[in-house]
């Protein structure tokens, strides 16, 4: 009977723990709901012919940060002021002759093969896709002779939202080197490298895009599209290739200083103002040896490199961005390992998000050096016109799948949203935001949501997310009145129908942010040509422009690309390019199109970080994701689905209608046409 008693107890107190523990996260669910998922009412006037007019009035130039902080009348969209649209680029993506970090990533053998045996294998090789773990693998023929079996440390199975947030667990088994192999890199093994049969090493075999060798041809590109900044950035690399222990005389490249100054007097000579990044997720290999920006010589290393260029270039240069998205560097790369530079150990893994853990670490010496180069820049700029610096900050729109999931969410926030700019909020002259879209967070993994529209990196489509973090940024730092740049927006689409209406309801989306009053000086969309994407290689296609590599680079620019260039020119965007560029995306979706995807997904529908060597193929969303059309779904966990149909005889909030346009009325129009 004792026993039966305490079974008993014990149920009842199970009972009443789950009982408070759902509770408690239905409250705070609710409490997260009324702040970012209530609907809004869009402040564009969807019924007239022109949904947004951008000033890009060429006569009227842009205001410095001590100009805007005079304005206290300013308002974004009263005509006052000159709106900039731009593109932009990183050095990794597009520089030829680069021998960096991130190509020893690509080149490293995945079953730490040598080097001459590197070089004796691709012809032979077989790039095929390990299930087991969504990534790619090598098997060659003369792998195959060796079938030796070593003990390595070997990542499990892992979503892609826990590689990012820095929760990879490793177990230690043995396994044939020949079954288990898996590139750093997805996408570049297997695509064609052009010249590069023409040369003996690897280094010289990445062309990328040849920005370095040959930067007209992205410059005229990105000319003839109208837009008036320009971003590029500067590799670290390039001009530090060693340690400097003994000074910086024996070890600085002033030939590539000199060069890069040449590029960005090249750039001024296509009429375009340069946008200047000096630290875009390329950490020189000596400095990863050491721990880099876990270690605080980095910032003083850095600084040597910040000074070097500031010195030679500051006078032609029109806005700096010191770090781009340094949150995303240090979690793939400290927390992750997945970025080349990091190597964590299973206790700088477990410990990664405490306050004393890696992340904040690297965190706090790259807020240091941001510190260090902004006043060293003002410091030696000269003349009336003061350049402006920041940062490139990324956010993404970010909500849970689950009532049991708001705790990561609510985490992945309090890391990565607003900490990093809080803590250089009084040394910035701009905030720049890149935003890309929504993750939907399942438990420590990211969520494909079947009814959503994905890129082919695996990002959520959601203009709406834009508006809303822009609102956000702007209620918590107006006070210091800080304008902001949107430094990078773009989506990977190599069909190019998804792109065309993600252009559009994004600029609509910052458009009606600064009805709100949102300072907003200009838009730079990411990018112009296909490039090497980090470790996703040559897989998500981001590029206005497509880029056949089979064809020694061939440019073929894409219909979003005169969109985007017609855009630009008028600084409006209309109704009937929105209708055009909707309708043909849902034509797509209807007739059951696909499209490629370069993230693996398991059975639970949660995708790896991993990228695949080839894609998949995902048909088009038929989902409504315009800019205020959207609308967002409840909890989808099986506890809140049940809860919502015992609910739903007794709710009053009725399904609301669709607005109408005229979307049906044009849908047949390009047929007509095309007859």
């Not at 080149?107 to 087991?132: R, Y």
């Not at 030696?380 to 900050?393: D, E, I, N, T």
């Not at 935003?435 to 399942?442: A, K, N």
């Not at 990018?527 to 040559?538: Q, R």
Request: with cysteine; glycine share 6%.
């Amino acid at each position: 009977m004792a026993l039966i008693a305490l079974f008993v107890s014990a149920t009842k107190l199970a009972g009443v723990l789950v009982t408070l523990s759902v509770a408690a996260n239905a409250f705070s669910f609710a409490r997260y709901r009324r702040k970012n998922l209530q609907p809004f009412r869009s402040p564009i006037d969807e019924s007239s012919e022109t949904l947004a007019i951008f000033n890009v009035d060429p006569g009227t130039d842009v205001f410095t940060a001590k100009q805007y902080n005079l304005r206290n009348d300013y308002r974004a969209v009263d005509g006052e002021k000159e709106f900039f649209f731009g593109l932009a680029t990183a050095p990794a993506h597009v520089e030829d002759r680069l021998d960096d970090a991130w190509l020893q990533f690509a080149e490293e053998h995945p079953c730490d093969k040598s080097e001459s045996q590197q070089g004796s294998q691709p012809s032979d090789a077989l790039i095929t896709s390990d299930s087991g773990h969504g990534r790619p693998h090598l098997a060659s023929s003369s792998s195959k002779e060796a079938d030796e079996r070593v003990k390595k440390k070997k990542p499990l199975k892992i979503a892609m939202e826990a590689m990012i947030r820095g929760f990879e667990k490793y177990i230690e088994e043995e396994h044939a080197t020949n079954e288990e192999c898996h590139h750093n890199v997805a996408a570049w093994h297997n695509v064609p490298h052009p010249y590069a049969q023409y040369v003996a090493f690897m280094f010289l075999q990445e062309e990328r895009l040849r920005f370095w060798s040959d930067p007209d041809i992205e410059l005229k590109l990105a000319k003839d599209t109208g837009v008036r900044v320009f971003r590029m950035g500067i590799d670290w690399t390039r001009i530090m290739p060693k340690e400097p222990l003994n000074g910086l005389k024996e070890t600085v490249n002033y030939a590539a200083l000199e060069r890069y100054k040449w590029i960005i007097n090249r750039v001024r000579s296509f009429g375009m103002k340069v946008m200047l990044t000096l630290f875009h997720h390329s950490l020189p290999p000596w400095a990863g040896e050491y721990g880099g920006w876990k270690m605080e010589r980095t910032v003083g290393y850095f600084m040597d490199f910040t000074r070097l260029v500031v010195d030679s270039v500051s006078d032609i240069v029109d806005y700096w961005v010191t770090f781009n998205e340094p949150h995303v560097f240090c979690m793939l790369t400290y927390c992750a390992g997945a970025w080349p530079g990091g190597h964590p150990d299973l206790l700088e893994v477990a410990t990664s998000a405490l306050p004393t853990g890696v992340f904040n670490q690297a965190m706090h010496w790259m807020a240091i050096a941001h510190s260090k180069a902004f006043e060293y820049i003002h410091e030696k700029s000269s003349g009336l016109s003061k350049p402006l610096v920041g940062v490139a900050h990324h956010v993404s729109f970010t909500r849970p799948y689950g009532l049991f999931d708001l705790a990561a969410v609510s985490l992945a926030n309090s890391l990565t949203i607003f900490p990093y700019v809080d803590s250089i909020s009084n040394q910035l002259d701009f905030i720049g935001i890149n935003y890309y879209g929504q993750e939907v967070v399942s438990g420590a993994g990211l969520k494909l949501v079947e009814s959503d529209e994905y890129s082919e990196a695996g990002r959520g489509v959601y203009p709406d997310g834009l508006y809303r973090m822009l609102l956000q940024f702007h209620e918590r730092y107006k006070h210091l009145s800080i304008p902001f740049i949107i430094t990078e927006n773009g989506v990977a689409d190599e069909t190019d129908l998804i792109r065309r209406p993600y252009l559009l309801e994004h600029l609509l989306a910052v458009y009606a942010a600064m009805i709100k009053g949102v300072p907003v000086l200009g838009y730079l969309f990411w990018t112009i040509s296909d490039n090497w994407e980090w470790a996703d290689g040559y897989g998500p296609k981001f590029g206005l422009v497509a880029v056949d590599r089979a064809n020694n680079l061939a440019r073929i620019p894409r219909p979003s690309y005169h969109l985007f260039s017609k855009v630009v020119a008028t600084g409006k965007v209309t109704r009937l390019d929105r209708v055009r560029a909707w309708n043909e995306l849902q034509r797509a979706a209807k007739m059951g199109k696909t499209r490629p995807f370069y993230r693996a997904v398991n059975e639970d529908g949660l995708m790896y970080a991993g990228g695949l060597d080839e894609p998949m193929h995902r048909p088009y969303s038929q989902r409504d994701w315009r800019f205020g059309h959207y609308e967002m779904e409840g909890l989808q966990d099986p506890l809140s689905r049940f809860s919502r149909y015992l609910l739903r005889p007794f709710s009053l909030r009725r399904k609301r209608k669709p607005e109408r346009d005229d979307t049906d009325e044009l849908v047949l129009e390009p047929l007509e046409l095309s007859l």
